[in-house]
């Protein structure tokens, strides 16, 4: 027997990036905008969606894919509204894979405009994983409280915009909205930042003009 | 906790990689780990521990070294390295920067007996 050194160099994350590769090349070539949504738990992720739809459906083509650990509840939230939705329970793990949507990708109709990707309520894991989005939005709700960029910057650092939620409660709260806008942009100086709330639809407009402009510059790539 | 999960990728690829190379036990594991990768390397260690028996790599030693972050400015040019955020320019204070290096978490090398 002989020992030997054997050198590797393969990125942990090698399968994920060439799976999400795949899963982004086929949803731009057919002009599907994939937003992946990352937050933690009950910042308001599906009530942004259901918001979103209420603007955009039916007269644009929208699908929503939602990870959970358990449960249809968020799938049948959706449904609800009209707008088909694949629900993926990952039994455990904490956040979306590539491999999970590829599982799905072939149910996804081809006439999709927008797909919303609802990542498992989480700001630490679901940043490492590329799920083949075209955006990536971090969603903070007001009550969570001002020092989240900070304490979990790579949901911030990178994503393209940051959703702040709720923020009817800001009366409520000694929530500092200008801190957080500052401290989000020390980590990440591209970030947009919208301001929303599902309840009153105050900003809700804002995030709609982003979508409608994000796609255009998608199928103007792809022209 | 995602470590379990890329704990999981790890043992993918020194499974694929003992049969290429005829490997009968992995001895030594190493990896390159950068600060920005999301690795908790404490985590890492653990899982890797749990996951190692009845494994080829049963009685592997896992060696991570840590990766610092380097980044270039975008505005004057300026390279530099950092282990905090914000990622500032020390030469003209900018943010706005590229990532270089040390986000990644690879597989650099293992020792095994053949």
Same mark, same amino acid.
């Not at chain 1, 020390?186 to 301001?195: D, F, M, T, V």
């Not at chain 2, 003992?18 to 908790?40: D, M, P, Q, W, Y």
């Given at each position: 027997m002989s020992r030997r050194e054997i050198t590797v160099l393969e990125d942990l994350l090698g399968s994920n990036k060439k799976i999400a590769a795949a899963v982004r090349n086929l949803l731009e070539s057919r002009g599907t905008l994939a937003i992946n949504l990352m937050s933690s738990p009950g910042s308001g992720k599906t009530s942004l969606i259901e918001k979103i739809i209420e603007s955009l459906h039916p007269q644009h083509r929208l699908a929503v894919i939602e990870g959970d650990i358990e449960t249809e509840l968020d799938a049948a939230r959706i449904r609800a509204k009209g707008v088909a939705a694949w629900q993926i329970t990952t039994g455990g793990a904490c956040h979306l894979e590539a491999k999970m949507m590829a599982r799905v990708i072939g149910e996804i109709p081809a006439e999709t405009e927008f797909l919303f990707i609802e990542n498992v309520g989480n700001l630490v894991c679901p940043a490492s994983y590329d799920l083949g989005e075209t955006l990536r939005w971090v969603l903070l709700s007001v009550t969570e409280g001002e020092d989240k960029p900070k304490k979990y910057p790579k949901a911030f650092l990178?994503?393209?915009?940051? *959703?702040?939620?709720? &923020?009817? $409660?800001?009366?409520?709260?000694?929530?500092?909205?200008?801190?957080?806008?500052?401290?989000?942009?020390?980590?990440?100086?591209?970030?947009?930042?919208?301001?929303?709330?599902?309840?009153?639809?105050?900003? *809700?407009?804002?995030? &709609?003009? $982003?979508l409608l402009n994000q796609r255009q510059k998608l199928l103007s790539r792809h022209a | 906790m995602h470590e379990l999960s890329l704990v999981v990728n790890l043992f993918e690829l020194l499974e694929t990689?003992?049969?290429?190379?005829?490997?009968?036990?992995?001895?030594?594991?190493?990896?390159?780990?950068?600060?920005?990768?999301?690795?908790?390397?404490?985590?890492?260690?653990?899982?890797?521990?749990?996951?190692?028996?009845?494994?080829?790599?049963?009685?592997?030693?896992?060696?991570?070294?840590?990766?610092?972050v380097r980044f270039q400015c975008r505005h004057c040019g300026q390279e530099a390295s950092q282990d905090d955020l914000p990622l500032l320019c020390p030469r003209c204070g900018s943010g706005n920067v590229t990532i270089l290096d040390g986000t990644e978490l690879t597989?650099?090398?293992?020792?095994?007996?053949?």
């Open positions: 990178t994503s393209q915009s940051l *959703i702040i939620t709720k &923020i009817d $409660l800001l009366s409520h709260l000694n929530f500092d909205l200008e801190r957080v806008k500052r401290e989000a942009k020390e980590i990440n100086p591209n970030l947009s930042i919208l301001a929303t709330s599902a309840k009153t639809g105050e900003g *809700i407009s804002a995030v &709609i003009q $982003l | 990689k003992a049969k290429e190379e005829k490997i009968k036990r992995i001895t030594l594991v190493r990896l390159r780990c950068g600060v920005f990768s999301g690795v908790v390397p404490e985590c890492f260690q653990t899982a890797f521990d749990i996951y190692k028996k009845e494994t080829i790599a049963s009685e592997a030693e896992l060696i991570l070294d840590i990766v610092p597989l650099v090398s293992l020792e095994a007996e053949v």
